[in-house]
């Protein structure tokens, strides 16, 4: 049974910029959630896909988007980069969105804004 | 407002003792409470969890306590090893449309040889 994997596992960036994060889901696992942690705390939710469709959303800005593929693989794009998007990003799948199955996480990216 | 609190940053314990790790939660929509494990460079891995129709879990060494009355949960490690030193995060979620899952700050268990 292969993990959730992310890629990169470091990147380092610059105010403005964007950047776009990547995550393959568990097999079998339809549903992905994405989480930002900062140094110090525990991950923050920012918004979970299912069937290709975002299905709830924490309280981060709209320049935080994703996607899900029909593989149920998926993307995290983060535009005009700010020195507080500074985390490690992680992502989780499970089998369904409804709430009552643990997610399984990924190793993360940890992102550096300069 | 932090809707889950893990307000020990840190416990220590002899290996072989047991370990027990607390969590206190506000929000009584809660119904469906984790535990994660995680080492430096690696995402969080899946311990434990518990229903709030059930006030105990046993897998293993480990056994996850639910006082909802209390809105506390906590998390015992027996016996400890020093493998189990790490970072442990207490979640919660509620069953419905998503199952965003709310952390606390967590624990950093330390077990010494």
């Known amino acids: 049974e292969t993990g959730v994997t992310q890629s990169p596992t470091h990147l380092i960036k610059t105010r403005g910029q964007q950047v776009t994060l990547r995550c393959s889901s568990q097999?079998?696992?339809?549903?992905v959630s994405w989480y930002q942690q900062a140094l110090g705390q525990g991950p923050q939710f920012i918004f979970q896909?299912?069937?290709?469709?975002?299905?709830g959303r924490g309280n981060f800005p709209p320049r935080f988007s994703g996607l899900q593929f029909p593989n149920y693989s998926s993307e995290l794009n983060v535009n005009a980069l700010e020195l507080d998007d500074s985390a490690l990003y992680l992502c989780?799948?499970?089998?369904?969105?409804?709430?009552?199955?643990?997610?399984?996480f990924g190793d993360g990216t940890r992102l550096s804004i300069l | 407002d932090q809707q889950v609190k893990q307000n020990s940053p840190s416990l220590s314990v002899q290996e072989g003792r047991i370990s027990i790790l607390n969590c206190d939660y506000t929000?009584?929509?809660?119904?469906?409470f984790l535990w994660y494990k995680k080492y430096p460079a690696e995402g969080p891995t899946f311990l434990i969890s518990?229903?709030?129709?059930?006030d105990k879990n046993e897998d293993g060494r480990f056994t996850v306590f639910l006082n909802k009355s209390a809105k506390h949960l906590s998390l015992h490690i027996v016996p400890s090893q020093p493998g189990d030193s790490a970072v442990y995060f207490c979640?919660?979620?509620?069953?419905?449309?998503?199952?965003?899952?709310?952390f606390g700050k967590g624990i950093t268990l330390s077990v010494r040889p």
């Open positions: 979640a919660a979620t509620y069953t419905g449309a998503n199952s965003k899952l709310t």
């Open positions: 097999s079998g696992h339809n549903t």
């Open positions: 929000n009584s929509m809660f119904d469906y």
């Open positions: 989780a799948s499970s089998l369904d969105p409804n709430g009552d199955q643990p997610q399984h």
């Open positions: 518990i229903s709030s129709i059930k």
């Open positions: 896909y299912y069937r290709e469709e975002e299905n």
